[in-house]
């Protein structure tokens, strides 16, 4: 921040709702605001519902008390949105019951939101409704704990971070990199030999698209291979998480710093960008 700025900087809460699209509903409220309310900055945090989709997963009344649909966001504005994966990435995007809701919410998000924060199969969602990029069945399941590397180091997201570190990844399908590279509004900000493009931004990083999960803590993948293996699906061991990949041994953490820096750095992103009167945003 620039010394002419902090002395006439003012300060409000940021505002920033979360879509939240997994089935895992309490478990990823959770998850996610640990890591925002690791922060100085105050946060005021909207939860986001789709209400052309039945949650079967939710506690009984749980969304109805703390979430808000969709429609109720379309005349405000917000400093952040999160949009988070959703299990439905085998699916073609338009195929998902919700599909027009989303884009609805996306478009909205272009000129009433400072920074999108996409998730997962939200990231894959999102490259495809603004820029066409396709996505791809992968051949197994990505799953497991990846080395991936920072591309673009002199940026706010990656302040602070070594130039490889480990993340998350859980899905099916990947988001077509050449068509990703080949766009000029995109920039592939870390990617990883083996678990492929990582983090993409556009509008000047205003947009951030993560293909995985760090978000998620140190038994989620654990719960999810469980899962698998209790419905006989095909479901191969998580890389690099189980000690010797034995899933009867404690798994080990090690993203969790990366983690907490990777949505601080995000939130200082928004904070030095956004501005106090929120209605600017759309200029």
Not at 3 to 23: C, G, S, T
Not at 238 to 266: C, E, G, I, T
Not at 271 to 279: F, L, M, R, S, V
Request: glycine share 6%; with cysteine; proline share 6%.
């Amino acid at each position: 921040m620039t010394h002419e700025r902090a002395l006439h900087q003012d300060i409000r809460p940021l505002k920033v709702a979360i879509v939240n699209l997994m089935p895992t509903t309490v478990v990823t409220e959770i998850q996610l605001l640990r890591l925002l309310g690791n922060s100085p900055l105050q946060v005021d945090i909207t939860l986001v519902r789709m209400s052309s989709h039945e949650s079967r997963n939710a506690p009984p009344g749980h969304l109805e008390k703390f979430y808000v649909d969709s429609t109720a966001l379309l005349g405000e504005f917000f400093d952040g949105l999160i949009i988070t994966g959703a299990p439905v990435e085998t699916l073609p995007f338009e195929g998902v019951d919700y599909w027009d809701e989303l884009t609805r919410l996306m478009d909205w998000s272009k000129t009433r939101v400072w920074s999108t924060l996409h998730i997962c199969w939200g990231a894959q969602a999102g490259l495809y409704y603004h820029y066409g990029v396709p996505k791809t069945l992968l051949p197994q399941k990505l799953f497991g704990i990846f080395p991936h590397s920072v591309n673009e180091r002199f940026t706010t997201l990656f302040r602070g971070f070594d130039d490889e570190f480990l993340a998350p990844q859980s899905r099916h399908t990947a988001s077509d990199r050449g068509k990703i590279a080949a766009t000029p509004q995109l920039a592939i900000q870390s990617e990883s030999e083996e678990a492929g493009v990582f983090i993409v931004t556009a509008r000047e990083g205003r947009d951030v698209y993560v293909t995985g999960h760090l978000e998620y803590d140190s038994l989620t993948l654990d719960r999810e291979y469980k899962r698998d293996m209790g419905k006989g699906l095909p479901i191969a061991v998580p890389k690099n998480y189980y000690p010797h990949d034995d899933p009867n041994k404690a798994p080990v953490v090690r993203w969790r710093a990366h983690a907490h820096l990777f949505f601080s750095n995000w939130l200082n992103f928004v904070y030095q960008g956004t501005p106090y009167n929120i209605e600017e945003i759309g200029e």
